[in-house]
Protein backbone atom coordinates (compact mmCIF):
# COMPACT_ATOMS: atom_id res chain seq x y z
CA UNK A 1 0.00 0.00 0.00
CA UNK A 2 2.59 2.67 0.86
CA UNK A 3 4.50 1.86 -2.65
CA UNK A 4 1.55 2.37 -4.29
CA UNK A 5 1.31 5.83 -2.80
CA UNK A 6 4.38 6.61 -3.42
CA UNK A 7 4.08 6.09 -7.33
CA UNK A 8 1.11 8.18 -6.91
CA UNK A 9 2.71 10.86 -5.21
CA UNK A 10 5.05 10.89 -7.74
CA UNK A 11 3.11 10.88 -10.75
CA UNK A 12 1.15 14.06 -9.23
CA UNK A 13 4.43 15.81 -8.72
CA UNK A 14 5.94 15.32 -12.33
CA UNK A 15 7.23 18.30 -13.95
CA UNK A 16 4.05 18.76 -16.33
CA UNK A 17 1.78 18.88 -13.10
CA UNK A 18 4.17 21.56 -11.74
CA UNK A 19 3.53 23.68 -14.25
CA UNK A 20 -0.19 23.89 -13.65
CA UNK A 21 0.70 24.81 -10.01
CA UNK A 22 2.84 27.51 -10.87
CA UNK A 23 -0.37 28.94 -13.30
CA UNK A 24 -2.69 28.64 -10.07
CA UNK A 25 0.18 30.88 -8.57
CA UNK A 26 0.34 33.18 -10.84
CA UNK A 27 -3.72 33.35 -11.19
CA UNK A 28 -3.52 34.31 -7.20
CA UNK A 29 -1.24 37.08 -7.70
CA UNK A 30 -3.73 38.80 -10.71
CA UNK A 31 -6.69 38.30 -8.44
CA UNK A 32 -4.58 40.09 -5.33
CA UNK A 33 -3.28 42.51 -7.99
CA UNK A 34 -6.96 43.31 -9.10
CA UNK A 35 -8.28 44.12 -5.27
CA UNK A 36 -4.90 46.08 -5.04
CA UNK A 37 -5.86 48.51 -7.91
CA UNK A 38 -9.27 48.21 -6.84
CA UNK A 39 -8.03 49.43 -3.32
CA UNK A 40 -5.98 52.01 -3.77
CA UNK A 41 -6.01 53.05 -7.84
CA UNK A 42 -7.92 56.48 -6.83
CA UNK A 43 -5.23 57.55 -4.24
CA UNK A 44 -2.64 57.13 -6.44
CA UNK A 45 -4.26 58.87 -9.16
CA UNK A 46 -4.84 61.74 -6.19
CA UNK A 47 -1.26 61.70 -5.56
CA UNK A 48 -0.57 62.55 -9.48
CA UNK A 49 -3.18 65.53 -9.50
CA UNK A 50 -1.89 66.54 -6.01
CA UNK A 51 1.60 66.63 -7.53
CA UNK A 52 0.46 67.90 -10.86
CA UNK A 53 -1.85 71.05 -9.32
CA UNK A 54 0.79 72.58 -6.58
CA UNK A 55 2.05 76.07 -7.57
CA UNK A 56 5.71 75.77 -8.87
CA UNK A 57 7.52 77.92 -11.22
CA UNK A 58 7.07 76.26 -15.09
CA UNK A 59 3.61 74.18 -14.00
CA UNK A 60 0.67 74.16 -16.31
CA UNK A 61 -1.86 74.82 -13.29
CA UNK A 62 0.23 77.75 -12.17
CA UNK A 63 0.82 79.63 -15.28
CA UNK A 64 -2.49 79.63 -15.72
CA UNK A 65 -3.54 80.25 -12.25
CA UNK A 66 -1.08 83.08 -12.21
CA UNK A 67 -2.51 84.72 -15.86
CA UNK A 68 -5.70 83.01 -16.20
CA UNK A 69 -6.73 81.63 -19.75
CA UNK A 70 -10.13 83.72 -19.66
CA UNK A 71 -11.43 87.26 -19.57
CA UNK A 72 -13.64 87.38 -16.45
CA UNK A 73 -16.73 90.15 -16.59
CA UNK A 74 -18.16 92.54 -14.52
CA UNK A 75 -21.84 93.69 -14.79
CA UNK A 76 -22.62 96.80 -12.86
CA UNK A 77 -26.39 97.91 -12.38
CA UNK A 78 -26.27 101.58 -11.11
CA UNK A 79 -30.04 102.57 -9.03
CA UNK A 80 -30.76 106.12 -10.53
CA UNK A 81 -32.78 108.28 -7.81
CA UNK A 82 -35.13 110.06 -10.16
CA UNK A 83 -36.98 111.95 -7.22
CA UNK A 84 -34.15 113.43 -4.92
CA UNK A 85 -35.85 116.77 -4.41
CA UNK A 86 -39.55 115.52 -3.64
CA UNK A 87 -37.57 112.56 -0.94
CA UNK A 88 -35.79 115.60 0.62
CA UNK A 89 -38.37 118.20 0.66
CA UNK A 90 -41.77 116.54 0.70
CA UNK A 91 -40.86 112.91 2.31
CA UNK A 92 -41.46 111.05 -0.30
CA UNK A 93 -40.29 107.24 -1.07
CA UNK A 94 -37.56 107.17 -3.02
CA UNK A 95 -38.26 106.43 -6.59
CA UNK A 96 -35.24 104.38 -8.14
CA UNK A 97 -34.37 103.61 -11.88
CA UNK A 98 -31.88 100.76 -12.27
CA UNK A 99 -29.66 101.64 -15.00
CA UNK A 100 -27.11 99.30 -17.11
CA UNK A 101 -25.51 97.09 -17.12
CA UNK A 102 -22.51 98.84 -17.79
CA UNK A 103 -20.47 95.81 -18.88
CA UNK A 104 -15.86 95.61 -18.11
CA UNK A 105 -14.59 92.81 -19.64
CA UNK A 106 -11.41 92.10 -17.31
CA UNK A 107 -7.80 90.74 -17.48
CA UNK A 108 -6.10 89.57 -14.78
CA UNK A 109 -2.87 88.78 -13.72
CA UNK A 110 -0.46 87.92 -10.72
CA UNK A 111 2.77 89.75 -10.13
CA UNK A 112 5.83 90.25 -7.77
CA UNK A 113 5.46 86.66 -7.32
CA UNK A 114 8.06 85.62 -4.76
CA UNK A 115 8.22 82.36 -3.24
CA UNK A 116 8.73 81.65 0.11
CA UNK A 117 10.34 78.72 2.44
CA UNK A 118 7.20 77.69 3.57
CA UNK A 119 5.70 76.01 1.24
CA UNK A 120 3.83 79.87 0.34
CA UNK A 121 3.79 82.12 -2.55
CA UNK A 122 3.18 86.11 -2.04
CA UNK A 123 2.06 88.48 -5.00
CA UNK A 124 0.20 91.16 -5.83
CA UNK A 125 -3.05 91.36 -7.78
CA UNK A 126 -3.18 93.14 -11.43
CA UNK A 127 -7.06 94.15 -12.31
CA UNK A 128 -7.63 96.12 -15.65
CA UNK A 129 -11.08 96.59 -16.64
CA UNK A 130 -12.03 97.84 -20.19
CA UNK A 131 -15.29 98.98 -20.58
CA UNK A 132 -17.33 97.48 -23.44
CA UNK A 133 -19.95 99.53 -24.91
CA UNK A 134 -21.65 96.42 -27.31
CA UNK A 135 -22.81 94.48 -24.52
CA UNK A 136 -23.25 97.60 -22.02
CA UNK A 137 -26.82 99.36 -22.06
CA UNK A 138 -25.73 102.83 -22.17
CA UNK A 139 -22.85 104.96 -21.68
CA UNK A 140 -20.13 105.66 -18.99
CA UNK A 141 -20.97 109.52 -19.63
CA UNK A 142 -24.24 108.60 -18.66
CA UNK A 143 -25.46 110.88 -15.78
CA UNK A 144 -26.68 109.58 -12.22
CA UNK A 145 -28.35 111.18 -9.21
CA UNK A 146 -26.91 109.25 -5.80
CA UNK A 147 -26.72 109.73 -2.93
CA UNK A 148 -23.59 111.56 -1.55
CA UNK A 149 -21.70 109.15 -0.06
CA UNK A 150 -18.65 111.21 1.57
CA UNK A 151 -21.43 113.42 2.96
CA UNK A 152 -23.27 111.12 4.37
CA UNK A 153 -20.52 109.06 5.63
CA UNK A 154 -19.21 112.15 7.70
CA UNK A 155 -22.70 112.91 8.47
CA UNK A 156 -23.38 109.79 10.33
CA UNK A 157 -20.42 109.47 11.82
CA UNK A 158 -21.02 113.03 13.63
CA UNK A 159 -24.37 111.71 14.81
CA UNK A 160 -22.77 111.00 18.15
CA UNK A 161 -20.33 113.64 18.39
CA UNK A 162 -20.26 116.94 20.29
CA UNK A 163 -23.28 119.52 18.81
CA UNK A 164 -20.64 122.38 18.04
CA UNK A 165 -18.90 120.29 15.38
CA UNK A 166 -22.35 118.87 14.09
CA UNK A 167 -22.88 122.87 13.31
CA UNK A 168 -19.81 123.38 12.65
CA UNK A 169 -20.19 120.95 10.32
CA UNK A 170 -23.21 121.77 8.90
CA UNK A 171 -21.51 125.18 8.30
CA UNK A 172 -18.87 124.14 6.21
CA UNK A 173 -21.13 121.93 4.19
CA UNK A 174 -22.81 124.87 3.23
CA UNK A 175 -20.33 127.33 1.99
CA UNK A 176 -18.99 124.21 0.45
CA UNK A 177 -22.39 124.18 -1.23
CA UNK A 178 -22.31 120.19 -0.50
CA UNK A 179 -25.64 118.30 -0.93
CA UNK A 180 -26.97 114.95 -0.07
CA UNK A 181 -27.36 113.71 -3.55
CA UNK A 182 -25.16 114.32 -6.32
CA UNK A 183 -25.17 114.13 -10.09
CA UNK A 184 -22.07 112.25 -11.79
CA UNK A 185 -21.08 110.19 -14.64
CA UNK A 186 -21.16 106.95 -14.64
CA UNK A 187 -17.77 106.88 -15.25
CA UNK A 188 -17.21 109.64 -12.27
CA UNK A 189 -19.37 107.03 -9.77
CA UNK A 190 -17.36 104.33 -10.37
CA UNK A 191 -13.46 105.28 -10.65
CA UNK A 192 -13.87 108.27 -9.10
CA UNK A 193 -14.68 112.27 -9.00
CA UNK A 194 -12.99 115.08 -7.02
CA UNK A 195 -15.06 115.89 -3.51
CA UNK A 196 -14.58 118.53 -1.78
CA UNK A 197 -15.42 116.59 1.47
CA UNK A 198 -12.16 114.94 0.71
CA UNK A 199 -10.04 117.42 -0.77
CA UNK A 200 -10.95 119.46 2.69
CA UNK A 201 -9.72 116.16 4.89
CA UNK A 202 -6.59 115.70 2.92
CA UNK A 203 -5.06 119.40 3.60
CA UNK A 204 -6.88 119.38 7.76
CA UNK A 205 -7.02 115.75 8.80
CA UNK A 206 -3.19 115.31 10.34
CA UNK A 207 -1.23 112.43 8.30
CA UNK A 208 -1.61 109.45 10.16
CA UNK A 209 -5.32 109.79 9.83
CA UNK A 210 -5.87 110.96 6.61
CA UNK A 211 -7.70 108.70 4.03
CA UNK A 212 -5.61 106.58 1.76
CA UNK A 213 -7.59 108.36 -1.92
CA UNK A 214 -7.70 111.97 -3.26
CA UNK A 215 -10.95 111.17 -4.82
CA UNK A 216 -14.06 109.17 -4.39
CA UNK A 217 -15.21 106.60 -6.40
CA UNK A 218 -17.01 103.15 -5.76
CA UNK A 219 -14.45 101.04 -7.38
CA UNK A 220 -11.77 103.65 -6.86
CA UNK A 221 -8.10 102.50 -6.79
CA UNK A 222 -9.18 98.63 -8.56
CA UNK A 223 -8.17 99.38 -12.15
CA UNK A 224 -4.35 98.29 -12.09
CA UNK A 225 -2.27 96.67 -10.47
CA UNK A 226 -3.07 96.37 -6.33
CA UNK A 227 -0.89 97.75 -3.41
CA UNK A 228 -2.28 95.23 -0.94
CA UNK A 229 -0.02 91.79 -0.58
CA UNK A 230 -1.44 88.42 -0.62
CA UNK A 231 0.25 85.31 0.24
CA UNK A 232 -1.30 81.84 -0.49
CA UNK A 233 -0.26 78.32 -0.06
CA UNK A 234 0.73 76.70 -2.60
CA UNK A 235 -0.24 73.22 -1.56
CA UNK A 236 3.61 71.79 -1.70
CA UNK A 237 3.83 71.08 1.79
CA UNK A 238 -0.23 70.32 2.34
CA UNK A 239 -2.83 70.31 -0.27
CA UNK A 240 -5.33 70.20 2.33
CA UNK A 241 -4.31 74.42 2.22
CA UNK A 242 -3.67 74.73 -1.46
CA UNK A 243 -4.24 78.37 -2.73
CA UNK A 244 -5.73 79.20 1.00
CA UNK A 245 -4.57 82.44 1.99
CA UNK A 246 -1.88 82.70 4.94
CA UNK A 247 -1.35 86.55 5.10
CA UNK A 248 -2.79 89.52 3.93
CA UNK A 249 -0.75 92.87 3.58
CA UNK A 250 1.53 90.73 6.10
CA UNK A 251 -0.86 89.79 8.35
CA UNK A 252 -2.47 86.64 9.19
CA UNK A 253 -6.01 87.62 10.26
CA UNK A 254 -8.29 90.56 9.75
CA UNK A 255 -8.57 92.01 13.51
CA UNK A 256 -11.59 93.87 13.07
CA UNK A 257 -14.33 91.43 14.39
CA UNK A 258 -14.76 90.19 18.39
CA UNK A 259 -13.39 86.84 17.77
CA UNK A 260 -10.26 84.52 16.16
CA UNK A 261 -12.83 82.41 14.69
CA UNK A 262 -14.57 85.97 12.18
CA UNK A 263 -11.01 87.35 12.17
CA UNK A 264 -10.04 84.46 10.34
CA UNK A 265 -8.75 84.85 6.66
CA UNK A 266 -7.41 81.28 5.48
CA UNK A 267 -10.04 81.20 2.68
CA UNK A 268 -9.35 81.10 -1.47
CA UNK A 269 -9.35 83.95 -3.54
CA UNK A 270 -11.90 81.66 -5.83
CA UNK A 271 -9.82 80.86 -8.51
CA UNK A 272 -8.79 77.69 -7.23
CA UNK A 273 -9.72 76.21 -4.00
CA UNK A 274 -8.35 72.84 -1.96
CA UNK A 275 -8.73 69.67 -4.51
CA UNK A 276 -10.92 66.60 -3.25
CA UNK A 277 -13.92 68.29 -2.61
CA UNK A 278 -16.93 66.06 -1.52
CA UNK A 279 -20.97 67.30 -1.44
CA UNK A 280 -20.23 68.05 2.37
CA UNK A 281 -17.77 70.33 1.43
CA UNK A 282 -17.73 74.13 2.80
CA UNK A 283 -15.67 75.99 1.14
CA UNK A 284 -14.35 79.62 1.87
CA UNK A 285 -14.05 82.96 -0.41
CA UNK A 286 -11.82 85.47 1.13
CA UNK A 287 -12.38 88.95 -0.22
CA UNK A 288 -10.73 92.66 1.84
CA UNK A 289 -13.96 94.25 0.78
CA UNK A 290 -16.22 91.64 1.99
CA UNK A 291 -14.21 92.20 4.80
CA UNK A 292 -14.62 88.09 6.22
CA UNK A 293 -14.27 84.84 4.88
CA UNK A 294 -17.56 84.04 2.89
CA UNK A 295 -19.18 80.40 3.44
CA UNK A 296 -20.62 78.80 0.47
CA UNK A 297 -22.15 75.35 0.63
CA UNK A 298 -22.88 72.75 -2.03
CA UNK A 299 -26.12 73.34 -3.95
CA UNK A 300 -26.24 71.20 -6.76
CA UNK A 301 -24.32 69.19 -9.28
CA UNK A 302 -23.94 70.93 -12.53
CA UNK A 303 -22.33 70.53 -16.26
CA UNK A 304 -20.46 73.31 -17.53
CA UNK A 305 -18.95 74.14 -20.69
CA UNK A 306 -17.37 71.76 -22.46
CA UNK A 307 -19.27 68.68 -20.44
CA UNK A 308 -17.17 68.94 -17.12
CA UNK A 309 -18.90 68.30 -14.22
CA UNK A 310 -18.67 70.50 -11.04
CA UNK A 311 -20.67 70.97 -8.25
CA UNK A 312 -22.47 74.29 -7.09
CA UNK A 313 -21.28 75.78 -3.93
CA UNK A 314 -23.91 79.28 -3.21
CA UNK A 315 -23.94 80.95 0.17
CA UNK A 316 -26.06 79.71 3.17
CA UNK A 317 -29.34 80.71 3.44
CA UNK A 318 -28.63 82.59 6.79
CA UNK A 319 -24.84 83.66 5.69
CA UNK A 320 -25.85 87.53 6.73
CA UNK A 321 -28.43 86.42 9.19
CA UNK A 322 -29.51 88.45 12.53
CA UNK A 323 -27.02 87.11 15.10
CA UNK A 324 -30.96 85.82 16.35
CA UNK A 325 -31.03 83.69 13.89
CA UNK A 326 -27.60 82.91 13.35
CA UNK A 327 -25.75 82.82 16.24
CA UNK A 328 -22.16 82.78 14.61
CA UNK A 329 -22.47 86.24 13.34
CA UNK A 330 -22.44 88.11 16.42
CA UNK A 331 -18.82 88.62 16.29
CA UNK A 332 -19.03 90.49 13.27
CA UNK A 333 -21.39 93.25 15.48
CA UNK A 334 -18.07 94.70 17.52
CA UNK A 335 -19.91 98.07 18.62
CA UNK A 336 -22.98 96.15 19.96
CA UNK A 337 -26.83 96.23 18.88
CA UNK A 338 -27.85 97.36 16.99
CA UNK A 339 -26.17 95.64 14.64
CA UNK A 340 -25.96 95.19 10.45
CA UNK A 341 -30.27 94.45 9.56
CA UNK A 342 -31.05 90.71 8.88
CA UNK A 343 -29.82 89.92 4.78
CA UNK A 344 -26.62 92.89 5.36
CA UNK A 345 -23.15 92.77 6.21
CA UNK A 346 -22.00 96.06 8.09
CA UNK A 347 -18.01 96.41 6.06
CA UNK A 348 -17.91 99.71 7.91
CA UNK A 349 -15.13 98.58 10.65
CA UNK A 350 -12.95 98.10 7.16
CA UNK A 351 -14.22 100.91 4.97
CA UNK A 352 -12.69 103.66 7.47
CA UNK A 353 -16.24 103.58 9.17
CA UNK A 354 -18.49 104.80 6.42
CA UNK A 355 -21.24 103.49 7.38
CA UNK A 356 -21.65 100.91 3.96
CA UNK A 357 -24.06 97.74 4.18
CA UNK A 358 -23.36 94.94 1.48
CA UNK A 359 -25.99 92.50 0.50
CA UNK A 360 -27.06 90.17 -1.84
CA UNK A 361 -28.75 92.14 -5.03
CA UNK A 362 -31.90 93.04 -4.42
CA UNK A 363 -32.12 92.57 -1.39
CA UNK A 364 -32.02 88.81 -1.95
CA UNK A 365 -31.94 87.04 1.46
CA UNK A 366 -32.96 89.90 3.53
CA UNK A 367 -35.56 91.34 5.50
CA UNK A 368 -37.93 92.74 2.11
CA UNK A 369 -38.78 95.92 4.16
CA UNK A 370 -35.54 97.57 3.16
CA UNK A 371 -36.89 97.08 -0.63
CA UNK A 372 -40.25 97.95 0.10
CA UNK A 373 -38.67 101.36 1.66
CA UNK A 374 -37.90 102.66 -2.05
CA UNK A 375 -39.63 102.38 -5.15
CA UNK A 376 -38.23 100.70 -8.49
CA UNK A 377 -36.29 97.67 -7.07
CA UNK A 378 -38.26 94.48 -8.58
CA UNK A 379 -38.29 91.20 -6.13
CA UNK A 380 -35.07 89.25 -5.67
CA UNK A 381 -34.90 86.19 -8.43
CA UNK A 382 -32.56 83.31 -7.71
CA UNK A 383 -31.67 83.13 -11.45
CA UNK A 384 -30.63 86.56 -11.40
CA UNK A 385 -29.29 87.88 -7.81
CA UNK A 386 -27.92 84.71 -6.32
CA UNK A 387 -24.13 84.22 -5.41
CA UNK A 388 -22.47 81.01 -6.62
CA UNK A 389 -19.16 79.42 -7.89
CA UNK A 390 -19.04 76.14 -9.89
CA UNK A 391 -16.14 74.11 -9.36
CA UNK A 392 -14.50 70.93 -10.44
CA UNK A 393 -14.48 68.70 -7.28
CA UNK A 394 -11.51 66.39 -7.73
CA UNK A 395 -8.71 69.76 -8.63
CA UNK A 396 -10.52 72.17 -6.91
CA UNK A 397 -10.46 74.49 -10.53
CA UNK A 398 -13.34 77.29 -11.02
CA UNK A 399 -15.39 76.19 -13.66
CA UNK A 400 -17.67 79.09 -13.61
CA UNK A 401 -18.80 81.54 -11.58
CA UNK A 402 -20.96 84.94 -10.12
CA UNK A 403 -20.45 86.74 -7.52
CA UNK A 404 -22.73 89.42 -6.93
CA UNK A 405 -22.81 91.98 -4.07
CA UNK A 406 -24.75 95.09 -3.81
CA UNK A 407 -23.60 97.98 -2.27
CA UNK A 408 -25.60 100.05 0.44
CA UNK A 409 -25.09 103.09 2.32
CA UNK A 410 -27.10 103.32 5.79
CA UNK A 411 -28.29 106.77 6.26
CA UNK A 412 -28.93 108.39 9.71
CA UNK A 413 -30.81 111.26 10.16
CA UNK A 414 -29.43 114.30 11.94
CA UNK A 415 -31.33 116.93 13.15
CA UNK A 416 -27.96 119.66 14.13
CA UNK A 417 -27.11 119.39 10.29
CA UNK A 418 -29.53 120.91 8.05
CA UNK A 419 -28.57 119.50 4.87
CA UNK A 420 -29.44 116.17 6.40
CA UNK A 421 -31.99 117.33 8.58
CA UNK A 422 -35.12 115.81 6.82
CA UNK A 423 -32.93 112.36 5.54
CA UNK A 424 -34.76 109.19 7.64
CA UNK A 425 -32.74 106.18 8.78
CA UNK A 426 -33.16 103.99 6.20
CA UNK A 427 -30.95 101.79 4.03
CA UNK A 428 -30.17 103.20 0.70
CA UNK A 429 -28.69 101.34 -2.00
CA UNK A 430 -26.10 102.47 -4.72
CA UNK A 431 -25.58 99.98 -6.80
CA UNK A 432 -24.91 96.44 -7.44
CA UNK A 433 -22.50 94.01 -9.85
CA UNK A 434 -22.32 91.00 -11.61
CA UNK A 435 -18.61 89.93 -11.64
CA UNK A 436 -17.23 86.51 -12.95
CA UNK A 437 -16.64 84.24 -15.60
CA UNK A 438 -18.93 81.51 -17.73
CA UNK A 439 -16.69 78.99 -18.76
CA UNK A 440 -13.23 78.03 -18.91
CA UNK A 441 -11.52 77.67 -22.67
CA UNK A 442 -11.51 74.22 -24.48
CA UNK A 443 -8.36 73.34 -24.28
CA UNK A 444 -8.76 73.65 -20.30
CA UNK A 445 -11.98 71.70 -20.30
CA UNK A 446 -10.46 69.13 -22.71
CA UNK A 447 -7.56 68.55 -19.90
CA UNK A 448 -10.35 68.67 -17.17
CA UNK A 449 -12.46 66.41 -18.67
CA UNK A 450 -9.63 63.83 -19.70
CA UNK A 451 -7.88 64.02 -16.26
CA UNK A 452 -11.23 63.30 -14.32
CA UNK A 453 -13.11 60.90 -16.54
CA UNK A 454 -10.29 58.54 -17.92
CA UNK A 455 -8.79 57.21 -14.09
CA UNK A 456 -12.34 55.79 -13.41
CA UNK A 457 -12.32 53.95 -16.47
CA UNK A 458 -8.74 53.05 -16.37
CA UNK A 459 -9.02 51.97 -12.62
CA UNK A 460 -12.62 49.67 -14.10
CA UNK A 461 -11.02 48.40 -17.17
CA UNK A 462 -7.52 47.19 -15.43
CA UNK A 463 -9.11 45.84 -12.40
CA UNK A 464 -11.87 43.70 -14.06
CA UNK A 465 -8.94 42.66 -16.48
CA UNK A 466 -6.70 41.22 -13.37
CA UNK A 467 -9.62 39.88 -12.16
CA UNK A 468 -10.63 38.22 -15.01
CA UNK A 469 -7.52 36.83 -16.09
CA UNK A 470 -6.80 35.69 -12.67
CA UNK A 471 -10.34 33.82 -12.41
CA UNK A 472 -10.05 32.42 -15.91
CA UNK A 473 -6.09 30.76 -14.85
CA UNK A 474 -7.26 29.79 -11.85
CA UNK A 475 -10.25 27.90 -12.89
CA UNK A 476 -8.12 26.64 -15.94
CA UNK A 477 -5.43 25.17 -13.68
CA UNK A 478 -7.64 24.12 -11.08
CA UNK A 479 -9.86 21.61 -13.89
CA UNK A 480 -6.29 20.59 -15.13
CA UNK A 481 -5.08 19.42 -11.72
CA UNK A 482 -8.27 17.26 -10.94
CA UNK A 483 -8.50 15.66 -14.22
CA UNK A 484 -4.93 14.63 -14.25
CA UNK A 485 -5.03 13.43 -10.85
CA UNK A 486 -8.07 11.36 -11.35
CA UNK A 487 -5.98 9.85 -14.49
CA UNK A 488 -3.16 9.40 -12.74
CA UNK A 489 -4.70 7.44 -10.06
CA UNK A 490 -6.67 5.34 -12.61
CA UNK A 491 -3.87 4.30 -13.84
CA UNK A 492 -1.87 3.53 -10.74
CA UNK A 493 -4.99 1.23 -9.32
CA UNK A 494 -4.98 -0.58 -12.83
CA UNK A 495 -0.82 -1.03 -12.41
CA UNK A 496 -1.39 -2.57 -8.75
CA UNK A 497 -3.87 -4.71 -9.72
CA UNK A 498 -1.46 -6.51 -12.89
CA UNK A 499 1.69 -6.45 -10.08
CA UNK A 500 -0.90 -8.58 -8.09
CA UNK A 501 -2.12 -11.04 -10.67
CA UNK A 502 1.70 -11.47 -11.91
CA UNK A 503 2.57 -12.46 -8.45
CA UNK A 504 -0.04 -14.77 -7.75
CA UNK A 505 1.09 -16.72 -11.01
CA UNK A 506 4.65 -16.70 -9.91
CA UNK A 507 4.11 -18.06 -6.52
CA UNK A 508 1.82 -20.69 -7.89
CA UNK A 509 4.68 -21.73 -10.35
CA UNK A 510 6.90 -22.43 -7.82
CA UNK A 511 4.73 -24.56 -5.90
CA UNK A 512 4.16 -26.50 -8.95
CA UNK A 513 7.97 -26.54 -9.32
CA UNK A 514 8.63 -27.97 -6.22
CA UNK A 515 5.48 -30.95 -6.50
CA UNK A 516 7.14 -32.24 -9.15
CA UNK A 517 10.64 -32.50 -7.35
CA UNK A 518 8.56 -34.29 -4.84
CA UNK A 519 7.32 -36.66 -7.09
CA UNK A 520 4.16 -36.73 -7.02
CA UNK A 521 3.01 -34.54 -9.50
CA UNK A 522 0.33 -32.31 -7.86
CA UNK A 523 0.66 -28.86 -6.68
CA UNK A 524 -0.14 -28.20 -2.95
CA UNK A 525 -3.32 -26.79 -4.18
CA UNK A 526 -4.60 -30.23 -5.58
CA UNK A 527 -4.00 -28.32 -8.89
CA UNK A 528 -2.39 -30.35 -11.87
CA UNK A 529 0.41 -27.95 -12.81
CA UNK A 530 -0.28 -29.00 -16.80
CA UNK A 531 -3.50 -26.73 -16.62
CA UNK A 532 -1.95 -23.81 -15.35
CA UNK A 533 -2.87 -20.72 -17.19
CA UNK A 534 0.40 -18.39 -16.92
CA UNK A 535 -2.13 -15.45 -16.83
CA UNK A 536 -4.36 -16.59 -14.04
CA UNK A 537 -5.32 -14.18 -12.00
Not at 321 to 345: K, L, R, Y
Amino acid sequence: MKSTQGKLCAKLSSSFLRKWWLVIVAALVLLFAGVIVALFFTAWVNLVIDNQITLKSGGQVFEMWRKPPVHPVMKVYIYNVTNADEFLNDGQKPVLEELGPFVYVETWEKVNLTFNENGTLTFNQRKIFRFDPEQSVGSEDDMVVVPNIPMLSATSQSKHAARFLRLAMASIMDILKIKPFVEVSVGQLLWGYEDPLLKLAKDVVPKEQKLPYDEFGLLYGKNGTGKDNMTVFTGADDITRFGLVDKFNGKSNLGHWKTDKCNRIDGSDGSIFPPHMTQNTTIYVFDKDICRLLPLVYKQTVITNGQVEGYRFTPPKDVFADASVNPENDCFCPSGPPCAPSGMMNVSACQFDSPVLLSFPHFYLGDQKYREAVEGISPPDPEKHEMYIDVQPEMGVTLRARARIQINLAVSQVIDIKQVATFPDIVFPIMWFEEGIEGLPNEVTDLLRLATSAPPVAKAALTWTLFLAGAVLLVLAVGCLIHNSGRQETLSLEGTAHYAANEKSRRMKAAAAAASANGNGKSPSGVNPAFMDDNAT
